[in-house]
Structure formats: C-alpha cells, structure tokens
C-alpha cells in the first residue's frame, strides 16, 4: 500500500493544545492567496481557450469591417464634421475596442460566476481550502482582467490591420480598454453572486448592455442627441470608456489632458467601488 | 457524553448555536472531538447535521456559542484551521470538464502546495482510492462511486488532520459504499480523525467510534453505537408484518402485550422483547396471524425510532 501520510521532508507539524498559547499562523499575503484561485481558472482554461478564440478574433473583424469599411464608405461621402474630421473607420474601431471589452466583462462576470456557484460549483469547492471569500471572488476577477485583455489585444490587432488607428498615444488605449472592462466586471460579478436565478442575466444583457452599446457616443457623436439626453449619455460608463479609447487613438487626448484623466477616474472608481462590492456580496453569499 | 480526557480534543464546541432568520438549524449543542476517533452526526435530513458540519468546516459563522477547532477561532483563523481539514461536500464540487488528475493539481494549488508535491501526492492518493489507471480520463463520464472516491482523494491533497465527510456515501449502490467505508476506516487506521454525518444505520455501526443522534438542531442522545442500543433498545426486535386489512386491529390488540415497547409503523408493527421467539409463540397464542415474521436484534435504527418518534429516512 502506498504511504499516503508520509510527511516526508515537511517540517513536523505540532498541533496546538487546546486553550494553549498556540502561535497564530501567519496568514499567506491575500494577493497571494487570490492567485491561487486564478491559477485554477487558467487549468479550467487551458481545456477551452481554442473555442474561444473563434469569437474573441471574428468578432471584431466583422463589426470593424462591417461598421468601419460598409456603413463607413456611406458616412463617408457626406464628410461629417461632427465625426472630428476622421473617416468613420477610425472614429468607430476605438468605440468597439471599448465596447468589446464591455461586453467580455459582461460575459465572464454574469454565467460563470453564477455557474461557479450553481453549476459546476468551483466556488464552493474552492471555499473548503484556505481561500476566503474575498480571495475567491479577487482571483476569478484576475482571470477576467485577464480574458479582456486577451479580446482587447486581438481588437488592436484587427484595428491595425484595417489602418484604422491615427496615433502612436493608440498604446494607451490599451490600457483604457481593459479599465474600462475592469469597470464593468467587478460591479457585475458582485452583483451576480447574489443571483438567485439565471434569467436575471437576459435584462442585464438586454436592458443594459445594448442601450449603453447604443447610445455611448460608440457608433455616432453624442452630440447628435438631444441635450437632455447627451447629459443622460455622458453618465454612462461605457462612454467615458469609448471617449478615453477615442481620443487615444486618434491622437486627441494631449489636448484635453483633463477630460482624460475625468474619464479614467471615473472608471476607476467604478471599477474599486466593484472590488470592494465584490469581497462583501462574497462574503454574504458563501460564508453563510 | 463520554469522557475521555486522556486525548486531546481537536473540535469543542459548547453552546454552539446557528439560526438563518427565525429558523434555528442547530441548538445550542455541546461536544468534544477526540484525536484519532471517528465521530458520526446521525439523524433525518434537516436535523442540523449539515449546519453543524459547514461550522466545523469554517465555512459558516456559529450565531452564538463556543466553537474551536484545532484550538482555534473558526471565525478569526478560518483561512489557517481549513488548510488543515479534508471536506468532503454532500454534493460532490468536481470539475467535470477536468482529468482526474487535473482535479487533484488544481484543488492542491489551492492550498498552496508546490507543483512537485501536488504531483506526487495526486498519484499516491490516486492509487489509494484505487483510481490510478483512471488517471488521464475526464471526470463526467465517471460513476457516482468513483467521483466520491475522487473527491475523498481531493479532500486528502492537504494531508489533513481531520477529514469532514457530510454524508459520504448517500445515493451509492451497496458495492461502492463499501468500498468507500473501506478506504475511511483505513484513513482513520492512519490516524486521520473523521466526522461524519450519516442516515445510514449500518454506517454509522461501521464507521463510528462515537455518534450523536440529532433532531431539531438537539442531540437527542450520545454515546458509541453499541451503548446506544444497550441503553435505548431491548436485545431483541419482533417484525410482524399484517395483511394491511388487519393490520390495525392487530395493533391494538399488541399495544397491552407484554412487549418493553411497541412501534406501530405504516407497514410493520416492531416488538421490543428480550425473547424474539418467546414473543412470536406468544403473539400466535393469542390468535393473530402475522403474514411476516422476524427476529433480530436492535440497531441504531430502533434507538432512533425510540428516541424520536420517527424514522431515520423518513
């Protein structure tokens, strides 16, 4: 029979007596104990990433090539204005890098944490080991940082190969992108930890991704809306996302260095007030 | 409770209470886990039996009472107790879409294990539950019995002291649940020291070193198997089972036998004797003629039945 307690090289552990003056342990750093529970998203990963990839890659290059080069050569006869001066090609493909990574942080914050609790249970799993709640809900929240930051590069890519980016500031871009995912994964997963129900996530899908798809200055101006109505817009989280992609890429932001630094402030408030949204609706959920 | 002082006590808990809103799951119960002891919650489903176990497990704050596990404080040192305990859930929490062996790698980086050692601890606990040639297959297509010999497998990653089992072998045919029980008591033949919760009689008869009976959130009484049934069974059970016509009437007339107890169930009426056969001459003496008879001897399950009114699976 196989020695299955050997302790082998581990040093002798000494249980504590009862009521002793037993040191605490030192407790792993959290960061630490979240990646933990993000290395265990990257095995579940590695069996699912080749059918992935598909959406991740044809996605944009149908609404880049759909968007900027169809409906763009009409826009572009009339030489709007409003669009800045830029083919319309160059003033949509930033507005889907941000969109995109809307609608990753979308996807991976909504199923899979409500699956991870109902359906194949990782969570709970997970839960029985030395990691927290807090620590459960950080280390999936890394993997999604980590799927938009995947789409967000193969958005970048596309948009390069379409010659849709006008300035070398288009690498900071990136970062915005990936912010802006960031903004809208970790409210949501807090939120979807709560769920009781799975259809709750259609009016998620329907009554509030595809409006702020829709009207976030992504596929015209926002100043084509009536003023109440713009005011309404530039509440909305997607478009301070879509306005700091834009002006990355098509090299404006040096000129409104303070517009810049509102929209990602924005984002990072939304995003840290979702963080810690997050480590309580956890908490609340699974240490019952 | 029995006192055995000369072991050292791994989970104590006094008082220890958990209600969820105005329902109260468990009540102000008092035990003292020993090392090395396997220790059975028994008792019909909402008992408290899993509220109980998610508490030791550091997975679900006590409302009120006493509660240390490895002489700690569930609530201040979770993450530090729980690297050392085993659980393994009433529902298994397997990734289906993983290998066996995958499902081992992941949960041991879980508690921070190194790469190498997950390794071969992953194979050693493979070939212990006996699934070592099933060691690259996905875990779907797997039976019931194997992925509870998995997950047992998985709970082990940590070496732990104390391995939680809530309900180990509930919905597995009678083979695998031996095979399960056979690779617990050898566990516990190592050391490891078990808790358990059960509705199975003849487990906790296997398995238990000592056992609590629970119902409503109470113990409704403590003690080995063994001394649960000298002390709340007769030696002896008459089973009569009646053609359902007579079956009342044959109730009341067995009701003033002589019997030490009688249990009237929907489907058999059980005799608590000292003397099975004495009592069956003297059941047909009296002209009753039962279509069943049987004589054994009191299990847990009559001490349950005794102490509750109720049956164990009911």
């Known amino acids: 029979m196989v020695a299955v307690f050997s302790r082998g090289d581990d040093p002798p552990e000494t249980p504590p007596a009862l009521g002793g003056a037993s040191r605490p342990p030192k407790p792993p750093w959290p960061p630490w104990l979240a990646f933990r529970a993000f290395q265990c998203w990257l095995t579940v990963y590695r069996r699912i990433w080749r059918s992935s990839i598909w959406s991740s890659v044809l996605g944009p290059i ?51 944490v409500f699956g991870s609790l109902k359906w194949n249970r990782i969570y709970i799993g997970a839960q029985a080991s030395p990691l927290g709640p807090a620590d459960i809900f950080r280390g999936h929240l890394m993997f999604m940082v980590m799927r938009i930051a995947m789409n967000c590069a193969v958005v970048m890519v596309v948009m390069w190969a379409f010659g849709a980016i006008r300035s070398a500031w288009v690498v900071l871009a990136y970062p915005a992108a990936v912010l802006t995912g ?36 992504t596929f015209f101006p926002i100043s084509q809306l009536p003023p109440g109505l713009r005011a309404l817009a530039e509440a909305l989280p997607l478009w301070h996302g879509v306005a700091l992609c834009r002006a990355f890429s098509l090299g404006t932001a040096a000129g409104d260095p303070l517009g810049m630094l509102g929209h990602a402030a924005y984002l990072t408030v939304l995003a840290a007030v979702g963080i810690w949204a997050g480590a309580r609706t956890y908490r609340r959920r699974l240490y019952v | 409770m029995l006192e055995r002082p000369e072991t050292e006590v791994l989970v104590r808990a006094r008082g220890l209470t958990k209600t969820f ?18 220790f059975g919650f ?17 997975v679900s704050p006590p409302t009120s009472g006493e509660l240390s596990i490895l002489g700690r404080d569930p609530v201040r040192d979770g993450s ?44 050693a606990l493979l070939e212990f539950v006996q699934l070592a040639d099933r060691a690259g297959d996905k875990v779907d297509p797997l039976s019931g019995g194997l992925k509870r010999r998995l997950t047992i497998a998985r709970s082990l990653i940590n070496e732990p002291e104390i391995l939680i089992l809530d309900e180990p072998t509930t919905g597995l045919d009678p083979q695998a649940r031996h095979v399960v029980w056979d690779r617990l008591f050898r566990l516990k033949q190592r050391g490891v020291t078990l808790i358990l919760t059960t ?116």
């Open chain 2, 42 to 58: 028994l008792g019909p489903n909402g008992a408290g039996k899993s509220s109980t176990m998610r508490m030791i497990g550091c």
């Open chain 1, 62 to 112: 149908c609404y880049i090539g759909a968007l900027g080069l169809g409906l763009g050569t009409l826009v572009d006869r009339h030489s709007l204005a409003s669009l800045g001066g830029v083919s319309y090609l160059a003033f949509v493909a930033p507005a889907i890098l941000a969109s995109g990574a809307m609608q990753t942080a979308m996807g991976e914050a909504s199923y899979p």
């Open chain 2, 21 to 38: 809103g105005s329902f109260t799951a468990v009540e102000g119960i008092d035990f003292d886990l020993y090392r090395g002891e396997a």
């Open chain 2, 80 to 123: 530090a107790i729980r690297a050392r305990l085993g659980v393994v859930p009433q529902e298994d929490t397997l990734d289906v879409e993983l290998t066996v062996r995958e499902n081992l790698l992941v949960y041991g980086r879980y508690f921070g294990l190194p790469r190498r050692v997950i390794r071969e601890r992953a194979a």
């Open chain 2, 199 to 314: 509705h199975y009689m003849d487990e906790a008869e296997q398995l238990c070193d000592r056992l609590v009976v629970m119902d409503h959130g109470r113990f409704a009484a403590a003690g080995s198997p063994r001394d649960l049934i000298a002390r709340y069974c007769s030696p002896e059970v008459l089973e009569l089972r009646f053609d359902p016509e007579l079956h009342d009437a044959a109730a009341d007339k067995l009701r003033d036998f002589s019997a030490e107890r009688t249990e009237v169930l929907a489907d058999r009426i059980l005799l608590y004797v000292a003397d099975g056969d004495a009592a069956l001459a003297a059941v047909h003496a009296v002209g009753l003629e039962p279509l069943t008879s049987l004589v054994r001897r009191g299990t847990l399950e009559d001490v349950f039945l005794h102490l509750t009114g109720r049956r164990l699976e009911d």
């Open chain 1, 182 to 217: 960031l903004a809208f994964a970790a409210p949501i997963a807090a939120w979807a930890v709560t769920v009781k129900v799975e259809t709750s996530f259609n009016y998620i899908f329907r009554f509030v991704m595809i409006p702020l798809m829709l009207f976030s200055g």
